[in-house]
């Protein structure tokens, strides 16, 4: 049995993909996944074949990247995806599309005659009365509340056939295949997964989907700590982790939070991410640190700073670490909810914040009560989103 996975966009995009690929590598499929070039070393490690998707991704890990590249970028995707996954999925029995701009998979799936099938790593993705289209630019204001949802997803599907239903429906053309209609609910299919957990990102039951949920995919870490951060966190009480991951936030953001967690005499532990973000001194309660190992360090942390990313949400719920969300685009006001929502942490409004607004979020979760509820829904949440995933795939086929 071979499975091709297709999954877009920064780490948080990918890593789950690699969830899914192991669990199906488990159960004896070959697999492979086009992605991005940019984690080539990461599937290397894991033992994944990765099929290059397309340039590396402009902006990634402190590389310069303008706007002019990210809209060049953006115009390319379509033709990158056809003239990658079809060839790819050459004799595999089934492809899986991982986001909602991999526009290309299910027509390849048409194509070869085979199993085609939608996840999404959040509920936000999925058209629902319940909730509006996620947000996709930093600060981005919600719709007033008299749009109503359902106008706002039929605006949401009207911008995807803007953007890829020319592109998408001549490159079917060409595949002897009918066009689509509606860019949006061809890739989504009616019957998506979501992989996400049931208690972070539950699923409101609504028309027209019939949604699996699987539960989130994770690639179980079993790497140690470097031996320098192992002496940092045994040198005095745990930190307060800092690191907004792919997202590119100023330095500034740094700056505020590193003067916000010692206004609470705790020490800091930040990552530098793809902004590379930057001590402001040298003074020993502070240590910056690269890529490690979270559902390791997670566990002996005061406290998580972050962007409210669907994987770093869930690797910090899991560890029972308290939260402090400071979202900037797509789904990330969805994960900042829902950790406020949850009692797990707090969130800030403001995509930059100010000393003021991040050291009330850290008054709030650094407390004894918020740090019980994160220990209590840490032991709620599943790790077997991927295994359920790759059982259900595989039922499918045969």
């Known amino acids: 049995m071979r499975v091709l996975?297709?999954?877009?966009?920064?780490?948080?995009?990918?890593?789950?993909?690699?969830?899914?690929?192991?669990?199906l590598q488990e159960l004896g499929a070959e697999v492979r996944v086009c992605a991005p070039p940019n984690f080539e070393t990461r599937f290397t490690e894991l033992g994944v074949p990765l099929v290059p998707l397309g340039p590396p991704i402009p902006g990634s890990h402190g590389a310069k990247a303008s706007m002019a590249d990210m809209v060049d970028y953006v115009d390319q995707w379509p033709a990158v995806q056809f003239d990658t996954i079809p060839a790819a999925a050459a004799g595999c029995d089934a492809v899986i599309a991982t986001g909602i701009s991999e526009i290309a998979a299910r027509s390849a799936a048409e194509k070869l005659g085979i199993h085609y099938q939608y996840a999404s790593y959040q509920p936000t993705s999925l058209p629902s009365p319940h909730h509006p289209p996620m947000p996709m630019m930093p600060g981005e204001r919600p719709a007033p509340e008299a749009i109503g949802n359902q106008l706002l997803w039929e605006i949401d599907a009207d911008g995807w056939n803007a953007q890829f239903g020319e592109?998408?429906?001549?490159?079917?053309?060409?595949?002897?295949?009918?066009?689509?209609?509606?860019?949006?609910?061809?890739?989504?299919t009616d019957r998506p997964w979501l992989a996400a957990d049931p208690v972070l990102g539950p699923w409101p039951e609504s028309p027209g989907l019939n949604v699996v949920q699987t539960?989130?995919?994770?690639?179980?870490?079993e790497r140690p700590l470097p031996a320098e951060l192992e002496a940092f966190l045994d040198a005095g009480t745990p930190p307060v982790y800092i690191g907004f991951g792919s997202m590119r936030v100023r330095n500034r953001i740094a700056r505020v939070a590193i003067e916000a967690v010692r206004a609470h005499n705790r020490r800091v532990l930040l990552s530098r991410g793809w902004a590379e973000l930057a001590l402001i001194d040298d003074l020993s309660d502070c240590m910056a640190v690269g890529e490690v190992n979270h559902q390791a360090l997670f566990t002996r942390v005061a406290a998580v700073i972050h962007h409210g990313g669907a994987g770093t949400t869930t690797t910090a719920a899991r560890a029972g670490a308290p939260q402090v969300v400071v979202p900037q685009i797509t789904d990330q006001p969805y994960w900042a909810r829902r950790v406020a929502d949850l009692g797990i942490g707090t969130a800030c409004e403001d995509a930059d914040p100010d000393l003021a607004s991040l050291s009330a979020a850290l008054d709030t979760a650094l407390t004894s009560t918020t740090r019980a509820r994160a220990s209590v829904v840490a032991d709620t949440i599943r790790a077997d989103g991927a295994t359920v995933a790759a059982k259900l795939l595989i039922d499918a086929i045969r």
């Open 5 to 23: 996975l297709s999954a877009s966009g920064t780490r948080g995009d990918v890593e789950p993909a690699l969830g899914l690929a192991l669990r």
């Open 167 to 188: 592109a998408l429906n001549t490159r079917r053309a060409a595949l002897g295949l009918p066009p689509v209609g509606n860019v949006r609910d061809h890739v989504v």
């Open 215 to 221: 539960g989130a995919w994770i690639v179980p870490d």
